[in-house]
């Protein structure tokens, strides 16, 4: 448990600059509780409405009806791009694009561009024959023109589905096939770490499963695709001689604004649904005041516009604060271990946000590659997507912020749209490993199993038990899963699937996930997910998946896997299984262990015990628990031996 000797004060100049110190916290914070509406109203006010929400919170958890602003009209692109233009700054620097080659020039972004650039793809959309209500898949490298398409889609009032540009064609046809999605934007390839990336061949091959009316394709690497005529357009033939302009749809605060795909315990990914004024409202608040943002300041977040710390992050939340927000199509090691703080120095970065697994990976490879650089820009550092270690914390304290700068470490999901519980860098000293704070709003609960809520210094299931205007309304298509999977375990509570502990500071510990969910290199994948996948080849009966400790990773996909009678393992069939996962998901479900087992630890009902495997797959053979409910004990003992052979 967390003592004196853990705190980490946060520097003198951070309290001075602070936008809000502990005192507004606390002011702020207890008003956002009793007086929720007056508090929203006050912050919806910094967004341009076409009409001024009357009604602020109208929610229920019991039965589940979600809305926030609800007789709001406003248009997201309006506020995020145009608005700053006609206020004036149609000059400041809204995005720079870092190419993944360091010899390739960087591109500054005005918001006049950004606008001139919007209404080019907008209008190119509506070319195609895209309309309001209209889902559009996009499948784009971490390039501008990405974000150009997301808010293209919210200015015509059009739903965006964006897929992460590792995932498969399994993947894509899946996503594009439950959205009824008719539209994908697309590039001929993207660029990783001077890979190139088959984007628009993966779409080519997602469309022999399910159909679209047509796919933009922007010439990104210049690469050799194919096109099909009458269904593939490029974009810079589709968008010559478009009009300059185009107004921005007028849209209800509760009309969807993104469906966004993630993995839950069962099944296949969830289209998690946001809408327009609610989600607005939270990435604003959330980006103005963890971040403490002000105008000329250069802000990086590292996250792929495919996951929604991209979507909230790099798109939605600076932009409605008129942030400069860097996107960066590379990795971070390349060409050397070095490019994130190379990036660094070049644009001055001034808020750097990131994922543990990338620090851990830096870290490894030592703290001469951040001394090489000039970091002096660096004043506020940023977490997010699992716990980050202490370890992990230190390093990127001392090295990356030379002991000065705050770290915020940021507790959130796809579903909650922005941050949820993290420190403010003004307001609170840091503990290493724990999140922090609520958010305004934010009520967190730790939830025993059989439901009793804990207070003061506990440990349980993480609950919210207030809505925030930030939260997703629904599964595209399936409320009943919506339901389900939030609000039935705990009734009138949402459930995050998190556990946590609270300690004698009312600082939130997040512990992990307490469901099948796993968290590899901060991607959120269903264990569910690759069990299906693995079952699909020929020659597998059965897997069980789990995840278990990655010293990068975080957390690794360890796979039981029991063949068909008369196969038999080999290394061959190893690395075809390997292969085999990638094309069904994409590259980041490769499983890390793959365990050929004869059978799988089961009760006698037939169910298969997922506690034995995770503690074999975590080597910790002393806390099996009770196997005596078996039905063949014995396999518990083979599968240890198997562990410690190959451990
Ligand atoms: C985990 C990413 C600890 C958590 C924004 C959550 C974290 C899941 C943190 C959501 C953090 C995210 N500390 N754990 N700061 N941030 N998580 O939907 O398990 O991709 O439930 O959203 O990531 O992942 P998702």
């Known amino acids: 448990m967390a003592d004196q000797a853990e705190w980490v004060k946060r520097p003198e100049a951070a309290i001075a600059a602070a936008r809000c110190t502990e005192t507004e916290y606390d002011a702020l914070y207890a008003r956002s509780l009793k007086d929720a509406d007056g508090f929203w109203a006050e912050q919806a006010e910094r967004l341009d409405w076409i009409a001024k929400p009357s009604t602020i919170a109208d929610w229920s958890f019991d039965p589940v009806a979600i809305k926030w602003f609800s007789d709001g009209r406003l248009n997201i692109c309006h506020s995020a791009v145009d608005r700053h233009v006609e206020n004036g700054h149609g000059d400041a620097i809204a995005l720079i694009f870092e190419p ?27 070319t195609m024959g895209v309309e309001k209500g209209d889902r559009v898949t996009i499948y784009m490298p971490m390039v501008p023109e990405g974000a150009f398409a997301m808010l293209a889609c919210a200015r015509i009032g059009a739903v965006h589905s964006v897929i992460f540009g590792g995932f498969s064609p399994e993947a894509i046809a899946g996503r594009v096939e439950d959205c009824e999605s008719d539209w994908i934007v697309t590039a001929d390839e993207g660029l990783r770490g001077g890979k190139r990336i088959p984007l628009k061949a ?23 695709i194919a096109m099909s005529e009458g269904r593939d357009h490029w974009y810079h033939e589709l968008s010559e001689g478009v009009s300059d302009s185009c107004p921005c749809e007028p849209m209800d605060a509760e009309d969807p604004l993104f469906i966004l795909y993630t993995s839950g315990s069962t099944g296949k990914p969830k289209g998690v649904l946001h809408t327009t004024g609610g989600y607005a409202v939270w990435t604003e608040t959330t980006f103005r005041y963890v971040f403490d943002y002000r105008p000329g300041e250069v802000y990086w977040c590292t996250a792929d516009i495919g996951w929604v710390t991209g979507h909230s992050y790099i798109v939605y939340g600076p932009l409605l604060n008129r942030a400069t927000a860097l996107m960066f199509e590379g990795v971070p090691n390349y060409p050397d271990h070095d490019r994130f703080w190379a990036v660094c120095e070049k644009h001055r970065v001034n808020i750097f946000y990131t994922a543990p697994t990338a620090i851990r990976a830096l870290m490894r490879e030592g703290a001469g590659h951040v001394a090489k650089h000039d970091l002096s820009s660096l004043r506020l550092l940023g977490s997010v997507g699992e716990p980050i270690n202490p370890e992990a914390w230190r390093w990127y304290h001392d090295h990356v912020g030379r002991g000065e700068a705050p770290i915020v470490d940021t507790w959130w999901q796809t579903e909650t749209g922005g941050i949820m519980i993290t420190t403010l860098p003004g307001a609170h000293d840091m503990k290493p490993g724990s999140a922090g704070k609520p958010f305004f709003g934010i009520v967190p609960e730790l939830v025993e199993n059989d439901g009793v809520v804990l207070e003061g210094k506990a440990e349980g299931n993480l609950c919210i038990a ?12 399936d409320h009943d899963r919506f339901v389900q999977t939030y609000f039935s375990t705990y009734p009138g509570k949402y459930f995050t699937g998190d556990g946590c502990r609270r300690d004698e500071d009312g600082y939130y510990w997040i512990t992990g996930r307490v469901d099948d969910v796993i968290n590899v290199s901060g991607h959120r994948m269903g264990t569910a997910e ?23 990773k975080g957390q690794g996909i360890y796979c039981y896997v029991t063949l068909n009678a008369g196969e038999e393992p080999d290394g061959d069939l190893e690395a075809e299984l390997r292969q085999w996962v990638r094309k069904e998901i994409g590259p980041i479900a490769t499983p890390d262990h793959l365990h050929f087992t004869p059978a799988l630890p089961k009760t006698r009902s037939g169910k298969i015990m997922r506690r034995i495997l995770r503690k074999i797959a975590e080597q910790e053979y002393g806390s099996l628990g009770d196997t005596s409910t078996l039905a063949d004990p014995g396999i518990v003992d083979a599968l240890i031996e198997t562990r410690k052979g190959n451990a």
């Open 530 to 552: 690759v069990e299906s996948a693995l079952v699909l080849h020929p020659k597998v009966s059965e897997a069980a998946v789990v995840g278990y400790p990655h010293d990068i």
């Open 202 to 224: 993966n779409v080519d091959k997602a469309l022999e499963k399910v159909s679209v009316k047509a796919v933009l394709v922007l010439r990104h690497t210049g690469g050799d």
């Open 466 to 477: 207030r809505s925030w205007p930030g939260q997703a309304r629904t599964v595209y298509g």
């Open 100 to 126: 993944d080659d360091p010899k390739s020039d960087a591109r500054q972004i005005t918001y006049a561009d950004l606008q001139r650039e919007v209404v080019k793809m907008a209008n190119t959309l509506k």
